[in-house]
């Protein structure tokens, strides 16, 4: 089974447009995969303009394209562990420094003194 790739999410740690090309060659495939980098600042703008960064949620998402790791859960987590009000934006922007340095890819484990 192969996965041809992602744009926008591919949550491995490589924020490319991704995708795949399978070649045939004697009688078998060859699968190359491919990463192609794209500007999203128009993206970024169409959801300014229509109001979706007003929301944390919206912010979380957005980190996520950026750094193609996931964070949701982390970021849940993190705000349980310290009484932190999940859809404040001084919750997010305190998580984000906590995670500058996550392992692209990965999901961040925070304990609650860290």
């Known amino acids: 089974m192969l996965n041809c790739g992602a744009v ?3 949550y491995n740690g490589d924020p490319t447009a991704q995708y795949l090309v399978l070649t045939s060659r ?7 995969f491919r990463g192609v980098p794209y500007d999203r600042a128009p993206l970024y703008a169409a959801w300014e ?3 979706y960064m007003e929301h944390v949620i919206a912010r979380v998402f957005r980190y996520e394209v ?5 964070h ?3 970021y849940l987590e993190f ?7 999940r859809n404040a934006l ?12 996550v392992r692209p890819g990965r999901s961040l484990r925070l304990r609650a003194e860290g």
């Open 26 to 32: 004697d009688g078998t495939w060859e699968a190359d």
């Open 72 to 74: 949701l859960e982390s």
């Open 8 to 10: 926008g999410a591919p």
């Open 90 to 101: 001084a919750s997010f922007e305190e998580y984000r420094r906590a995670s500058w340095n």
């Open 49 to 51: 303009r229509a109001g």
């Open 79 to 85: 705000c349980r562990a310290r009484g932190l009000d």
């Open 66 to 70: 950026e750094t193609a790791t996931y």
